[in-house]
């Protein structure tokens, strides 16, 4: 069913015009701080997000002290249907500069490969990105080439926002009550940390996807790990026979790791060892690394692997002493989701009434949809429209905003027919 055209049109511009102003707000996360949030400019986005919830008419609108933001849209005059909630994150990831973002917009895209203008060498081209293709004609949305762009959620929280205002706007679109929550630090795995469980209903949506058509309800089963090697340091003179040089041994145990076995080697079902980082001298040396798989035994297989090494770089390096450390980050969303497959065929037929052919993925990550299905919510995962995140050469195109928006105000329909 398509929308009106006066409320496609009203998407279309609403959404734009959040989007370029909430992606201009710096909001990075920053995992050293152990702070919640991690960051206090994170603030900055909530405070504007508050106002405009209450400028909207929303009611409860709540930001708490660790910059959760809560509000809620009463339902339609006469419907009475389950409340549903819509989660986006407001952090940007550490990994690349979220500071001074400057959207920059190619009108009509011919297909030629994206270049920067603060960075002539950076180009995007359909090598990087296949997805271009289909998107020729269209406007196509990156930042200017020294910082990513912040799709990666700031997209899901401009299509919510948008959704709902159209929501409030145009009457006859008819809808249950709607709770948003708009959470802080999803990007260092401290999204729902914090989070007040009693603020959200049963059923759940984050607004944190790729491409249009993605539908996701399952996630990697995901590990941490901390490897710390302790050597001992004699003077390189005379070291012969004596040292252990910790920082040496390590690299050669992550060498010993399967190369095939990495995200630059993995795609689709398939999971990796993934170093995150390194650190170290010759008397004690650092490995932090994921493990990421979608069926438990497999990663308890790697980890098996890594205990093995262990043993086998101690036997050959008199005097060394390995220290393994593992921490289960999140569990795959699936084991709860399978129990609620309607919410899922909701968000199917919101996406078909909209045209949108429907892609069914696993999430390649993980988020805050798929802690809070562990917490006794089943939050499925919608596409934002966001391509090549954590990069410089991140994009969107403005078309898939558009569609995002339009499938949350007709999920909300569907939710009314249930």
Same mark, same amino acid.
């Given at each position: 069913m398509a929308l009106p055209d006066k409320i496609t049109s009203f998407l279309d511009k609403e959404v734009l015009d959040r989007f370029l102003?909430?992606?201009q707000v710096y909001t990075t996360s920053d995992e050293t701080t152990g702070t919640y949030p991690s960051t206090q400019r994170q603030f900055d986005l909530g405070r504007m997000l508050e106002k405009e919830c209450k400028e909207l008419g929303l009611k409860d609108v709540t930001l708490d002290e660790h910059c959760y933001l809560y509000a809620t849209l009463p339902a339609s005059a006469g419907v009475k249907t389950e409340t549903i909630g819509l989660v986006a994150h407001v952090d940007t990831s550490p990994a690349v500069s979220g500071e001074n973002v400057k959207p920059y917009l190619r009108a009509n895209y011919d297909g030629s490969a994206l270049t920067f203008p603060d960075d002539p060498n950076l180009q995007v081209t359909t090598q990087d990105s296949p997805e271009l293709k289909e998107f020729v004609g269209d406007t196509i949305i990156t930042g200017s080439g020294t910082t990513l762009l912040g799709a990666d959620d700031k997209a899901g929280v401009a299509e919510i926002m948008t959704a709902v205002a159209a929501m409030i706007k145009f009457q006859e679109l008819k809808h249950g009550e709607i709770r948003i929550c708009f959470t802080p630090d999803e990007e260092i795995g401290q999204g729902t940390d914090k989070i007040t469980l009693a603020k959200l209903p049963k059923f759940n949506y984050t607004m944190d996807g790729g491409e249009p058509g993605e539908l996701e309800a399952e996630c990697f089963d995901a590990w941490g790990a901390t490897i710390t090697f302790k050597g001992v340091s004699v003077h390189p003179g005379y070291a012969k026979n004596k040292m252990v040089n910790a920082?040496?041994?390590?690299?050669?145990?992550?060498?010993?790791?399967?190369e095939w076995e990495t995200p630059e080697h993995t795609e689709l079902r398939e999971g990796f060892f993934h170093i995150t980082g390194i650190s170290g001298t010759e008397e004690e040396a650092t490995a932090k690394m994921i493990i990421r798989d979608f069926v438990v035994p497999k990663n308890e297989h790697r980890m098996d692997h890594l205990r093995r090494l262990k043993e086998m770089f101690e036997f050959k390096h008199p005097g060394l002493k390995i220290n393994l450390e593992f921490k289960h980050q999140y569990e795959n969303m699936w084991t709860v989701m399978e129990?609620?497959?309607?919410?899922?065929?909701?968000?199917?037929?919101?996406?078909? +009434?909209? /045209?949108?052919?429907v892609k069914y993925k696993a999430i390649r990550g993980g988020t805050d949809g798929a802690r809070l299905s562990l917490?006794?919510?089943?939050?499925?995962?919608?596409? +934002?429209? /966001?391509m090549l995140f954590h990069s410089r050469k991140e994009w969107v195109a403005k078309s898939s905003l558009t569609k995002a928006a339009t499938v949350i105000v007709l999920l909300a329909e569907q939710w009314t027919k249930k």
């Open positions: 102003r909430y992606v920082a040496t041994v390590l690299a050669r145990f992550l060498a010993a790791l399967p129990k609620f497959p309607e919410s899922v065929n909701l968000a199917r037929q919101a996406m078909e +009434a909209a /045209g949108i052919p917490m006794g919510h089943p939050t499925p995962n919608i596409f +934002a429209g /966001g």
